[in-house]
Protein backbone atom coordinates (compact mmCIF):
# COMPACT_ATOMS: atom_id res chain seq x y z
CA UNK A 1 0.00 0.00 0.00
CA UNK A 2 2.62 2.40 1.16
CA UNK A 3 4.17 1.70 -2.37
CA UNK A 4 0.86 2.31 -4.20
CA UNK A 5 1.05 5.74 -2.88
CA UNK A 6 4.36 6.35 -3.75
CA UNK A 7 4.07 5.77 -7.49
CA UNK A 8 -0.07 7.78 -7.38
CA UNK A 9 2.49 10.62 -5.87
CA UNK A 10 5.10 10.22 -8.58
CA UNK A 11 2.83 10.38 -11.25
CA UNK A 12 1.22 13.36 -9.19
CA UNK A 13 4.78 15.32 -9.12
CA UNK A 14 4.62 14.57 -13.26
CA UNK A 15 1.06 16.44 -13.66
CA UNK A 16 1.79 19.07 -11.45
CA UNK A 17 2.49 22.65 -12.79
CA UNK A 18 5.43 22.85 -11.48
CA UNK A 19 7.04 19.96 -13.57
CA UNK A 20 5.20 20.80 -16.24
CA UNK A 21 6.82 24.32 -16.02
CA UNK A 22 10.41 23.20 -15.41
CA UNK A 23 10.31 20.49 -18.50
CA UNK A 24 9.19 22.91 -20.97
CA UNK A 25 11.81 25.27 -19.38
CA UNK A 26 14.26 22.56 -20.02
CA UNK A 27 13.11 22.29 -23.68
CA UNK A 28 13.97 25.74 -24.51
CA UNK A 29 17.18 25.57 -23.67
CA UNK A 30 17.92 22.30 -25.34
CA UNK A 31 18.00 24.73 -28.23
CA UNK A 32 20.75 27.25 -26.55
CA UNK A 33 23.68 25.75 -25.82
CA UNK A 34 24.68 28.91 -24.14
CA UNK A 35 22.03 29.26 -21.80
CA UNK A 36 22.12 25.80 -20.90
CA UNK A 37 26.19 26.02 -19.86
CA UNK A 38 25.02 29.31 -17.87
CA UNK A 39 22.79 27.49 -15.98
CA UNK A 40 25.06 24.09 -15.47
CA UNK A 41 27.73 26.81 -14.51
CA UNK A 42 25.95 28.53 -12.04
CA UNK A 43 23.57 25.64 -10.93
CA UNK A 44 26.91 23.96 -10.17
CA UNK A 45 28.64 26.96 -8.50
CA UNK A 46 25.76 27.67 -6.25
CA UNK A 47 25.41 23.96 -5.17
CA UNK A 48 29.39 24.04 -4.11
CA UNK A 49 28.49 27.62 -2.03
CA UNK A 50 25.30 25.96 -0.87
CA UNK A 51 28.06 22.82 0.32
CA UNK A 52 30.52 24.58 1.53
CA UNK A 53 27.96 27.23 4.39
CA UNK A 54 26.70 23.93 5.38
CA UNK A 55 29.69 22.30 6.67
CA UNK A 56 30.16 25.73 8.13
CA UNK A 57 33.11 27.47 6.36
CA UNK A 58 33.41 31.08 5.57
CA UNK A 59 32.61 31.98 2.07
CA UNK A 60 34.50 32.40 -0.48
CA UNK A 61 34.96 36.56 -1.53
CA UNK A 62 36.15 35.58 -5.04
CA UNK A 63 33.51 32.37 -5.33
CA UNK A 64 30.49 34.77 -4.31
CA UNK A 65 31.45 37.70 -6.46
CA UNK A 66 31.19 34.82 -9.41
CA UNK A 67 28.05 33.68 -8.61
CA UNK A 68 26.45 37.20 -8.60
CA UNK A 69 28.27 37.88 -11.54
CA UNK A 70 26.50 34.44 -13.19
CA UNK A 71 23.47 35.50 -11.77
CA UNK A 72 23.48 39.04 -13.88
CA UNK A 73 23.79 37.16 -16.53
CA UNK A 74 21.95 34.46 -16.29
CA UNK A 75 18.87 36.85 -15.29
CA UNK A 76 19.71 38.78 -19.21
CA UNK A 77 19.08 35.32 -20.81
CA UNK A 78 15.76 34.38 -21.07
CA UNK A 79 16.16 31.24 -21.68
CA UNK A 80 18.58 30.75 -18.19
CA UNK A 81 15.91 32.80 -16.33
CA UNK A 82 13.13 30.93 -17.18
CA UNK A 83 14.60 27.70 -16.51
CA UNK A 84 16.23 28.83 -12.96
CA UNK A 85 12.45 30.35 -11.56
CA UNK A 86 11.03 27.05 -12.64
CA UNK A 87 13.45 24.74 -11.49
CA UNK A 88 13.79 26.69 -8.08
CA UNK A 89 10.07 26.65 -7.39
CA UNK A 90 9.88 23.11 -7.94
CA UNK A 91 12.52 23.07 -5.44
CA UNK A 92 10.23 24.47 -3.12
CA UNK A 93 7.59 22.30 -3.86
CA UNK A 94 9.95 19.15 -3.36
CA UNK A 95 11.26 20.56 -0.32
CA UNK A 96 8.12 21.14 1.26
CA UNK A 97 7.13 17.36 -0.06
CA UNK A 98 10.00 16.34 1.68
CA UNK A 99 9.44 18.00 5.45
CA UNK A 100 5.59 16.30 5.10
CA UNK A 101 7.12 13.03 4.43
CA UNK A 102 9.86 13.64 7.31
CA UNK A 103 6.96 14.74 9.62
CA UNK A 104 4.88 12.40 9.42
CA UNK A 105 7.74 9.69 10.25
CA UNK A 106 9.99 11.79 12.83
CA UNK A 107 8.63 9.75 15.95
CA UNK A 108 10.64 6.72 14.79
CA UNK A 109 13.65 8.65 13.36
CA UNK A 110 14.31 10.69 16.75
CA UNK A 111 16.76 8.36 18.06
CA UNK A 112 19.66 10.08 16.12
CA UNK A 113 19.07 13.84 17.64
Known sequence: ???DRAHELAAAL????????LAAAK?????????????????????????????????DK????KLEQLAGVVSANPRARDYLEA??????????ISRILSEAVKQGMDIVE
Open 62 to 65: AAVA
Open 14 to 21: ARCDEYKR
Open 27 to 59: EGLAGDGTAKKMVKDFLSRKMESDMAAMAGKEP
Open 87 to 96: YGRFQVLMGD
Open 1 to 3: MVY
